[in-house]
């Protein structure tokens, strides 16, 4: 049980590693609002990782066939989850006299990566895939288990890109840097949005 915990976390580290929109989400985060925040916004997302783990390796049988049948429907409402957040952040971002969020005000990051987290079917995907690899056939507890290692796994690598978006606005002071790389993370996210829409309508289409 022991070498399939660290196989769980060494799965969360590289799921969580893959540069996309909560990435970019996360290190904008840190930047323009400071370490806290940032990493109330990984642990959101390392939350619903956490989540969508358990959900996997307890009933991914039941949950797969369910989700294959919405599958399109689900990619176009992640897509314009998506779409509708890099709108608001760059609306933000170009408000004139916007102040930065307050520190002590910094669960709404933990909430806004959860849910954008939770949005994404690929995520339950990924997880349910790598659920024969492991021994929790009939063993919740054990599931259990795997599922805590796959969310320290992601939460290590949220840290880290926590870490590096403080850096980052450290060395570059000022609302003018931290309301550039705010749009250029928001950029980047509009971009995966317009990228989901544009795949399930191309789905559609075939």
Same mark, same amino acid.
Request: glycine share 12%.
């Given at each position: ?15 969580? @590693?893959?540069?996309?929109?909560? *990435?970019? $989400? ?6 323009? !609002?400071?370490?806290w925040?940032? =990493?109330?916004?990984? =642990?959101?997302?390392?939350l619903?990782?956490?989540?969508y783990?358990? $959900?996997? #390796? ?7 066939? /369910?989700?294959e ?12 989850? /998506?779409?509708?957040?890099?709108? @608001? ?5 170009? !408000?004139?006299?916007?102040?930065l @969020? *307050? ?10 990566t959860? =849910? $954008? ?9 990924? #997880?349910?895939?790598f ?12 599931a259990?288990?795997?599922?805590c ?9 949220q840290?880290?890109?926590? =870490?590096?978006?403080? &850096? ?8 003018g840097?931290? !309301?550039s790389?705010?749009?250029?993370g928001?950029?980047?996210i &509009? ?6 829409l ?5 789905? /559609?289409?075939?």
């Open positions: 049980m022991c070498g399939a915990f660290w196989k769980a976390l060494t799965f969360g580290v590289l799921v969580a @590693a893959s540069i996309g929109p909560i *990435a970019l $989400l996360i290190i904008a985060t840190a930047v323009s !609002r400071g370490l925040p940032g =990493l109330f916004a990984a =642990l959101g997302a390392a619903a990782d956490f989540a783990a358990l $959900l996997a #390796f307890w009933a991914a049988a039941l949950a797969l066939p /369910l989700l049948a919405q599958a399109r429907t689900i990619r176009i409402g992640s897509a314009l989850v /998506l779409i509708g957040f890099a709108l @608001a952040m760059i609306r933000d971002s170009l !408000r004139p006299g916007a102040r @969020a *307050a520190t002590s005000r910094a669960f709404g990051p933990l909430l806004s959860f =849910l $954008l987290t939770l949005v994404n079917p690929m995520t339950l995907v990924i #997880f349910a895939g659920v024969p690899q492991l021994p929790v056939a009939g063993a919740p507890a054990a259990a288990r795997l599922a290692g796959l969310f320290l796994g992601s939460l290590f690598v840290i880290a890109l926590v =870490l590096a978006g403080s &850096l980052l606005g450290t060395a570059l002071p000022g609302r840097w931290q !309301r790389i705010g749009l250029v928001a950029a980047g &509009l971009v995966f949005g317009l990228a989901g544009w795949s399930s309508g191309k789905s /559609l289409g075939g």
